[in-house]
T-cell receptor
C-alpha cells in the first residue's frame, strides 16, 4: 500500500539553527512527493514538491530531494526563522491519481 | 494563491444531531473537492472525493450514508455528518483543485466535538 512516515515532533529550534524533518514513503510505482506547511489558523499550503527521482524541490529556503534508493524526501532548511513555526506534512500522490497520502505532521517551533 | 474557506471553524453538538460543514473555493472554480479527517496525532485520511455535479466517491471504510457530501456548484461542497456520535469528533479538512488537478488548495479545517 501507500504510506508516509515522518519524524514525530514537536521540534523546537533556536533561530538560525539547521532544520531536518525526516520523511520516508512506501508506494508502488513512481509517486510524486510533497511537503505542505500549515501555519496557525490557516489551511495547508504547498511548500515544495518533486515528481521524479533525484528531483529537488525548493521554496522559501526549504529543500527536499526525492531519493528513490532510500525512499526518502527529507525536508531541510539551513537557517530557520521564527516565522517558520508551523506544522509540516509530508505527502505522496500516486501517478495518475489525484488523492494525497499524508504523514502525521511535525510541529516546528522556532524560538528567538 | 487560491483560497479555500470552511465554515464553521469549530462546532460542538449533541449526540444524535446532524452537522453540516461548508467548503468554498473563493477565487477559482473547483472541479474536484476532497474531504479529509484527522484524528489527534494521526495523518489526514481521505474520506471522499467529489466532482461537481456527480456523486462523491468514498474511500473504503467511510459510510456514505453517514457522511453526506454534496458538490452542487463549482465553488461549494458540503459535508453533513448525520446522527453524529462522540466517535465522530475529529478535525475535518477540505481541499479543492481546478480542472488541471495539479495542486490541491486546503481549507483551514473544522473541529467537530460531539458530546
Amino acid at each position: 500500500g501507500n504510506s508516509v512516515t515522518q519524524m514525530e515532533g514537536p521540534v523546537t529550534l533556536s533561530e538560525e539553527a539547521f532544520l531536518t524533518i525526516n520523511c520516508t514513503y512506501t508506494a508502488t510505482g513512481y509517486p510524486s512527493l510533497f511537503w505542505y506547511v500549515q501555519y496557525p489558523g490557516e489551511g495547508l499550503q504547498l511548500l515544495l514538491k518533486a515528481t521524479k527521482a533525484d528531483d529537488k524541490g525548493s521554496n522559501k529556503g526549504f529543500e527536499a530531494t526525492y531519493r528513490k534508493e532510500t525512499t526518502s524526501f527529507h525536508l531541510e532548511k539551513g537557517s530557520v526563522q521564527v516565522s517558520d513555526s508551523a506544522v509540516y506534512f509530508c505527502a505522496l500522490r500516486k501517478t495518475g491519481a489525484n488523492n494525497l497520502f499524508f504523514g502525521t505532521g511535525t510541529r516546528l517551533t522556532v524560538i528567538p | 494563491g487560491a483560497v479555500v474557506s470552511q465554515h464553521p471553524s469549530r462546532v460542538i453538538c449533541k449526540s444524535g444531531t446532524s452537522v453540516k460543514i461548508e467548503c468554498r473555493s473563493l477565487d477559482f472554480q473547483a472541479t474536484t473537492m476532497f474531504w479529509y479527517r484527522q484524528f489527534p496525532k494521526q495523518s489526514l485520511m481521505l474520506m471522499a472525493t467529489s466532482n461537481e455535479g456527480s456523486k462523491a466517491t468514498y474511500e473504503q471504510g467511510v459510510e456514505k450514508d453517514k457522511f453526506l457530501i454534496n458538490h452542487a456548484s463549482l465553488t461549494l461542497s458540503t459535508l453533513t455528518v448525520t446522527s453524529a456520535h462522540p466517535e465522530d469528533s475529529s478535525f475535518y479538512i477540505c481541499s479543492a483543485s481546478d480542472a488541471g488537478q495539479e495542486t490541491q488548495y486546503f481549507g483551514p479545517g473544522t473541529r467537530l466535538l460531539v458530546l
